[in-house]
Nanobody, 125 residues
């Protein structure tokens, strides 16, 4: 099981980025997938996830209304559209896979089946 995130970068406050995650070695039909982030000196935060069963989604309160998660099972791709970015969104964003959406939301290492190295998102003027 491998996950490779891309699409991060430097963006001004109010700007947008689209993160992509390429999954290999497993089918998205059998895993919940999503994103967590970690900023220096802060704990992991589950940002968003999408269920394997019915496509239901999870968003952290801090990103609701600004971020949108989607996936393409056939291409084994997961996306995170991030709009209206704020400086507090600055972090390394990791793509993750787990058996349940709750595990994505909590982003606890013992609850995740796999996660990638991450991509840096920096929001600054």
């Amino acid at each position: 099981v491998q996950l490779q995130a891309s699409g991060g970068g430097l963006v001004q406050p109010g700007g947008s980025l689209r993160l992509s995650c390429a999954a290999s070695g497993f089918s998205l039909d059998y895993y919940a997938v999503g994103w967590f982030r970690q900023a220096p000196g802060k704990e992991r935060e589950g940002v968003s996830g999408i269920s394997r069963v019915d496509g239901s989604t999870y968003y952290a309160d801090s990103v609701k209304g600004r971020f949108t998660i989607s996936k393409d099972n056939a291409k084994r791709m997961v996306y995170l559209q991030m709009n209206s970015l704020k400086p507090e969104d600055t972090a390394v964003y990791h793509c993750a896979a787990a058996r349940t959406l709750i595990a994505i939301a909590t982003a606890a290492p013992n609850g995740l089946d796999a996660w990638g190295q991450g991509t840096q998102v920096t929001v600054s003027s």
